[in-house]
């Protein structure tokens, strides 16, 4: 059995929790270059004390802020490909769900459109393949071995996916809101009909 959290345990986690909260949704209204740490500090009802034993600057909390965005953005691809014994269904599932969260405001504005910004080119893309590589490769490796798609070339194959879902994201994140919904629809038909194209 795992130990019961001490109480210092538990308050250093509950201000954690906080400052994520907080900066996610201060990095959203006002992105990464107009929000300062003390205000961060000061809207979570902490020390600037308490910010920096966390994170070590305001770069590693907005990581730490866009890694949970995204683990809770492929999360539900995840779910969704899981759900469908047919690798086929289960892709254009886990597609699908993953547009859909390209069109959610946090999601469009701290990993897509802020995330380069805050982390620098290198870094986010390095943090996008990070996270959504392992889950595409898995998903080309289903769709191949079940015979499902030609026996194209693993990595290569997840690779160009990996391009066009993060293009196809990057276009919905740039619309403004009003047409975000009408852009992921055009986004989805084009992949639909690009994955289509290779089914056997």
């Known amino acids: 059995m795992p130990r019961p959290r001490s109480r210092r345990e ?33 809207a979570a009802q902490v020390t600037r004390g308490a910010v920096y034993h966390h994170f070590k600057d305001k770069q590693d909390l907005y990581r730490a802020v866009l890694e949970r965005t995204e683990t809770e953005g492929l999360q539900s691809a995840r779910e969704a490909f899981l759900a469908h014994e047919d ?27 802020q995330g380069p910004i805050a ?40 690779s160009v996916a990996f391009t066009m879902l993060g293009g196809c994201a990057m276009t919905i994140a740039s619309a403004s809101p009003d047409d975000r919904s009408r852009v992921r629809e055009e986004c989805g038909e084009v992949l639909t009909r690009l994955v289509r194209g290779l089914l056997v």
């Open 87 to 113: 690798p086929v269904a289960g892709a254009f599932a886990a597609m699908s769900a993953y547009l859909d969260h390209a069109t959610n405001s946090d999601y469009a504005e701290i990993v897509l459109r």
């Open 119 to 158: 982390l620098g080119w290198e870094q986010w893309k390095a943090c996008e393949e990070e996270y959504a590589a392992g889950l595409i490769e898995q998903i080309v490796t289903r769709l191949v071995s079940s015979g499902r798609i030609p026996a194209l070339p693993i990595q290569t194959t997840s």
């Open 10 to 42: 538990q308050y250093s986690e509950e201000t954690r929790e906080a400052l994520l909260t907080t900066a996610t949704s201060m990095f959203v209204e006002r992105g990464f270059t107009k929000t300062a740490l003390s205000e961060v500090a000061s």
